[in-house]
């Protein structure tokens, strides 16, 4: 449900739908964990709440792959039996400590001019890592919760490779389509399945009869969304014009109202002001060299930065648009350079570096794409992101109130 504000200017209120949306990139979901800690201590400073976690200012947490993992560390219940449970498995501040434990045992390294041939032999004979670790880990993690039983609602991609389509697990999906309501750790295995780098995730859905109802052949939310951000916001969008009961014209009312949207979207990190390929390289590689160079596969990158540039681009015009820059928060840091660009190497040197890429991109300036040259600027009448974080955990936390008012009133 969305939460609700009052203007002086209007005698209905007007509603308000906060997302939280996580980027994929394998290990460097060290940076989004960085910044979810940071957010989640100013939302407790704010209410002088130490118990409060993320789950409880978004209406919609949206993650694919690394980030589908850090979604349902937040919004899955640690005591799913509960009625009133409001804990998640995990608060903001221990998502970084699980990734430096865990990350050197998903993507185990294999060093030397041995391990190079392997890691190549790998790459043309199945995935480079069996995925083992992680599917073990996700489902200890989630136990047996269903998609239906999460905190808040939550929207996680992915992609079906037997229908050739995105595959959306939404909390507002299910109202619709019940086949969907599957348990988060199948979920969150099929989201992280990147090409390449881990299997494909193969799943049923069963009746009370134990038949099967639906087949799921899925891999990585990052084929088709890896910024889930607009997908989110498509879910929220469907619901609503559900509610509405539209007619067939479309039209209800006011219909929606698109400047209402609260959204914070995290990205990973990029490597693109690096300049790491060029026509003239990439002009002579053949089918084995995009998908293994350098320890990195090239034509992954390119869909993932295309898929993820893309949905910022149009989330800016629209808000531009709309008047609502100020609604939109986008943090991304494109300057990663060499091995912190990686989406596996989990050496506990590349690791650390990405904690600390996360704090610095903290006090770095707030940026906005140019509509006009596609270039990240620095945004002039704001300040570091540590700062418009806190602006943004004050409007959430006033938006949480006023949530809470009208519903006891």
Not at 74 to 103: G, H, S
Not at 255 to 263: A, E, H, S, T
Request: net charge neutral; charged share 25%.
């Amino acid at each position: 449900m969305a939460s609700t504000s009052t203007s002086s200017n209007e005698t209905e209120p007007l509603t308000y739908t906060t997302v939280l949306s996580i980027d994929g990139g394998g290990v460097r979901g060290i940076i989004p964990g960085v910044i979810l800690a940071k957010l989640e201590s100013q939302l407790q400073a704010i209410d002088d709440n130490k118990d409060a976690r993320i789950a409880d200012y978004f209406d919609v947490i949206a993650g694919t792959s690394t980030g589908g993992l850090i979604t349902a560390m937040l919004a899955t219940p640690k005591y799913p039996k509960e009625k009133d449970n409001r804990t998640p498995i995990m608060a903001a501040n221990e998502i970084v400590p699980f990734y430096l434990k865990n990350l050197p045992l998903i993507f185990p390294q294999k060093r030397g001019i041995c391990g190079q041939l392997i890691n190549i032999t790998k790459v043309l004979t199945g995935a480079k890592y069996n995925g083992e670790y992680l599917h073990k880990l996700i489902r200890n993690l989630t136990e047996d919760t269903l998609l239906s039983q999460t905190l808040t609602n939550v929207v996680i991609p992915s992609f079906d490779v037997e229908k050739l389509q995105p595959t959306i697990f939404s909390s507002y999906q299910i109202k619709v389509e019940p086949t969907l309501d599957v348990p988060l750790a199948d979920i969150c295995i099929a989201t992280s399945a990147a090409p390449t780098y881990l299997p494909a995730h193969y799943f049923e859905k069963k009746d009370a009869k134990e038949k099967v109802i639906q087949k799921y052949n899925l891999i990585d939310g990052g084929v088709c969304a890896n910024n889930p951000t607009l997908v989110a916001i498509r879910e929220v969008t469907k619901d609503m014009m559900r509610i509405k009961d539209w007619n067939k014209s479309g039209k209800s009312g006011k219909g929606i109202q698109y400047d209402r949207f609260i959204v914070i979207s995290i990205g990973t990190g990029s490597n693109k002001t690096e300049g790491k390929y060029n026509a003239k390289m990439v002009a002579k590689w053949g089918a084995l060299t995009w998908l293994f160079n350098a320890g990195a596969t090239p034509i992954i990158d390119c869909f993932s930065e295309a898929s993820t540039d893309m949905i910022d681009y149009h989330n800016s015009v629209l808000f531009t648009a709309l008047q609502s820059q100020n609604n939109y928060l986008r943090i991304q840091d494109d300057t990663l350079k060499g091995k912190t660009a990686s989406v596996d190497v989990s050496t506990e040197e590349n690791l650390n570096d990405l904690v600390t890429a996360g704090k610095n991109l903290l006090q770095k300036n707030v940026t906005r794409v140019d509509l006009d040259t596609g270039v990240y600027e620095t945004v002039e009448d704001k300040g570091t992101i540590e700062e418009e974080l806190k602006r943004f955990a004050k409007l959430l936390s006033d938006i949480r109130k006023e949530k809470i008012a009208k519903s006891k009133s």
